[in-house]
């Protein structure tokens, strides 16, 4: 089983900052790397497939890079209503994983 | 407006079983991927069942294989999940979602859940 990591555990910045979520996979993934968003109380939402490939309708603040086993999620510049939980996830291998989340919290 | 609604969710004993159904709308059901996953109160997202598009690939976690089965009616625009012998770590939202695109491995649309709940 593919365990992924993700570092830090809350991030805590205040708006106009950048932000910078880390996913490390315990083996290679290739590209096969997926963000989602989850603020409390709801499902989570689809921000970037194929690590670097913005969903639709996700705002061009949000980008991803990265490839085989170090992953990131970079907000350019925070937003209120980005406060939620970041989770990665890998679709390269089964069983299909998640990473533990981040949670972003706006000071 | 493409959806996925999730219904059968509910109150069941441990060992007791339970049949979830995601109604599917708006899109071709039929020409898409599914996926169910699950989380537990205040913890993280869990992958539990893949079925392909045609019904010919099905995946499992391992902490729910044997007891749980994922199916699909492409007819009915439905898609199912029996679950037995339930467990009270099996406690939580469900979650029924749909890849993106058949070469696009990303869950794009995402029902609003229905809760289980495993408890004696």
């Known amino acids: 089983e593919i365990v992924l990591t993700q570092s830090p555990g809350t991030l805590s910045l205040s708006p106009g900052e950048r932000a910078t979520l880390s996913c490390r996979a315990s083996q290679s993934v290739s590209g096969y790397l997926v963000w989602f968003q989850q603020k409390p109380g709801q499902a989570p939402r689809l921000l970037m497939y194929?690590?670097?490939n913005r969903a639709t309708g996700i705002p061009d603040r949000f980008s991803g890079s990265g490839f085989g086993t170090d992953f990131t999620l970079t907000i350019s510049s925070l937003e209120p209503e980005d406060a939620a939980v970041y989770y990665c996830?890998?679709?390269?291998?089964?069983?299909?994983?998640f990473g533990g989340g981040t949670k972003v919290e706006i000071k | 407006e493409v959806q996925l609604v999730e219904s059968g969710g509910g109150l069941v004993k441990p060992g007791g079983s339970l049949r979830l159904s995601c109604a599917a709308s708006a899109f071709t059901f039929s020409s898409y991927n599914m996926i169910w996953v699950r989380q537990a109160p205040g913890k993280g997202l869990e992958w539990v069942s893949f079925i392909n598009f045609r019904s010919d690939t099905i995946k499992y976690a391992d902490s729910v294989r044997g007891r749980f089965t994922i199916s699909r009616d492409n007819a009915m625009n439905s898609l199912y999940l029996q679950m037995s012998g339930l467990r009270a770590e099996d406690t939580g939202v469900y979650y029924c979602?749909?890849?993106?695109?058949?070469?696009?491995?990303?869950?794009?649309?995402w029902g609003l859940g229905t809760t289980v709940t495993v408890s004696s």
């Open positions: 979602t749909r890849d993106k695109d058949l070469n696009i491995r990303a869950s794009d649309i």
């Open positions: 194929d690590a670097s």
């Open positions: 996830q890998q679709r390269s291998a089964w069983p299909l994983t």
